[in-house]
């Protein structure tokens, strides 16, 4: 068995061995970024990876890029075949991995060249199941800019801990893709991808379930990527997928439905962080498209309700009462949204005084004093 140039440092690995980390990169139609993506994959001072490019039908020069990769880098792998969508992407190269760890790397972002070494060593050195860390939020036009999206505090970067214990985490936005996964402890809790079609929400189902089975989750606070915001084929741009969200959160349900202990602990969370993503949806729909999605969800969450699933102790009340609206109906809720985003702190008190009256406005200047801004106060470790 000879060793080979395995390698962009000219380090000599054997190519049959084991990688250290198989880096998972999903391609559709993405020329225009494919190169600076693999170049930062290439360039990774960790070098015994394997970079599995997944190319999902795409019809410009996307294949003819990775296959020059493949040329000079043996380390690259591509898997070509039919569009079929982000989830079933994901899954066939979960399904091809060979390394102890795996990471994500979308193709329209790029990696600093020390961030899977960085990321290893902490998982190594806290037996994590997971490691996560920063990234940046990137724009390349009309200039080149970027800013810390500050996902991780100072208080989640100490020892590896159990997410479940401290459950802020999962409210937070998914980001699978800066963080790494031990290989073995994905496929042991048989976290997968919901196969649907389309490349929007799936990566909130995966998100869940890890945090929901890791034993040992791990933080860094560097910044591990760049994470592009100015790519206009990118699904956070296409308002006609936003029904997949509740595909996603069916499937998450599904998921705790399985494991009875689980289920225990995380039926309410899952519930709040359903109410928060359907709010965040809200805010981001077409006015033609917002009725539609509450027609949908309204009657999916007084579902919810009836079969007892929430835990108002997890709401502020702020989140309360939207929940409430929503499950009223949605025209309430979609209405109280107007009312609630005219300017000025006396017409927010308006707007809760018309709902609840002044308990409402009590609840709501009580907690405000105790937490300021913050939605989810258990985000922070309790005192020893």
Request: one cysteine or more; aromatic letters at 12%.
């Amino acid at each position: 068995m000879e060793p080979i140039n395995f390698g962009s440092k000219g380090g000599f690995v054997d190519q049959h061995a084991q990688p250290v980390l198989s880096l998972l990169v999903p391609i559709y139609n993405v020329e225009r970024y494919l190169r600076q993506c693999l170049d930062s994959a290439a360039a990774q001072t960790l070098e015994n990876i394997e970079i599995i490019c997944i190319n999902d039908g795409s019809t410009d020069s996307s294949p003819a890029i990775i296959r020059e990769y493949m040329e000079r880098d043996p380390r690259v792998k591509m898997i070509d075949k039919a569009n079929s969508g982000y989830g079933d992407s994901m899954n066939r190269g979960l399904e091809m991995a060979r390394g102890e760890y795996v990471g994500i790397l979308e193709s329209d972002d790029f990696m600093f060249e020390d961030s899977l070494q960085k990321l290893v060593a902490k998982a190594d050195a806290e037996h994590a199941d997971v490691v996560k860390g920063d990234f940046y939020l990137y724009w390349s036009t009309p200039s080149e800019r970027r800013e810390l999206f500050g996902i991780i505090d100072e208080h989640m970067t100490g020892a590896a801990y159990r997410p479940v214990d401290r459950p802020g985490i999962f409210y937070r936005k998914p980001s699978i893709w800066s963080a790494i996964y031990r290989r073995e402890f994905l496929n042991d809790n048989q976290i997968r991808f919901l196969p649907t079609p389309g490349a929007s929400y799936q990566d909130a189902g995966f998100n869940f379930k890890v945090w929901a089975c890791a034993e040992r989750a791990a933080f860094i606070a560097d910044s591990i990527l760049c994470y592009r915001q100015d790519n206009e084929k990118s699904s956070v741009n296409s308002p006609n997928k936003v029904f997949c969200v509740c595909d996603e959160y069916a499937e998450m349900q599904r998921f705790l439905d399985e494991r009875p202990e689980l289920k225990a602990q995380l039926q309410g969370i899952l519930m709040r962080m359903k109410v928060d993503t359907y709010r965040w949806n809200d805010e981001r729909l077409v006015d033609e498209l917002r009725e539609q999605f509450w027609e949908k969800a309204s009657p999916e969450l007084k579902a919810d309700w009836d079969a007892g699933r929430f835990d108002l102790s997890l709401f502020d009340p702020r989140g309360e009462t939207d929940l409430r609206l929503m499950v009223k109906s949605p025209r309430a809720y979609i209405d109280s949204r107007f009312d609630f985003k005219k300017p000025g702190k006396l017409n927010t008190f308006k707007h809760y005084f018309k709902i609840g009256g002044l308990p409402l406005v009590w609840r709501v200047l009580t907690y405000q004093r105790a937490y300021g801004d913050n939605p989810h106060p258990d985000d922070v470790p309790a005192a020893q």
